[in-house]
Nanobody
């Protein structure tokens, strides 16, 4: 059973930084691309970032390009999301996700089968 556990969320002022972590277990982590998504109140869940299984390829949503960085440590079965220059509109619940198929790297939600419980990020003025 694949489990994904996010951590690192919290309250931060606009312009600040946070680093989210997602610890994975139950599958061969190094064979799976990983993704981060977020959902703000009253809005649909949206793509934030994705990383390939080796970490050699990354992709970002337009709203976070240049501010967020996704990375992974396959030795620790962990994927990270470094968030800099945070804006009020970054406030959301952030979810870590893994696809159901090995060697999948995607920005599309329907390619992801396993989801974490989410971690709240709140950006204040």
């Amino acid at each position: 059973q694949v489990q994904l556990v996010e951590s690192g969320g919290g309250l931060v002022q606009a312009g600040g930084s946070l680093r989210l972590s997602c610890a994975a277990s139950g599958h061969t982590f190094s064979r799976y691309g990983m993704g981060w998504f977020r959902q703000a109140p009253g809005k649909e869940r949206e793509f934030v970032a994705a990383i390939s299984w080796t970490g050699g390829r990354t992709d970002y949503g337009d709203s976070v390009k240049g501010r967020f960085t996704i990375s992974r440590d396959n030795a620790k079965n962990t994927v990270y999301l470094q968030m800099n220059s945070l804006k009020l509109e970054d406030t959301a619940v952030y979810y870590c996700a893994a696809p159901g198929t090995q060697f999948t790297y995607s920005a599309r939600q329907y390619d992801y089968y396993y989801w974490g419980q989410g971690t709240q990020v709140t950006v204040s003025s």
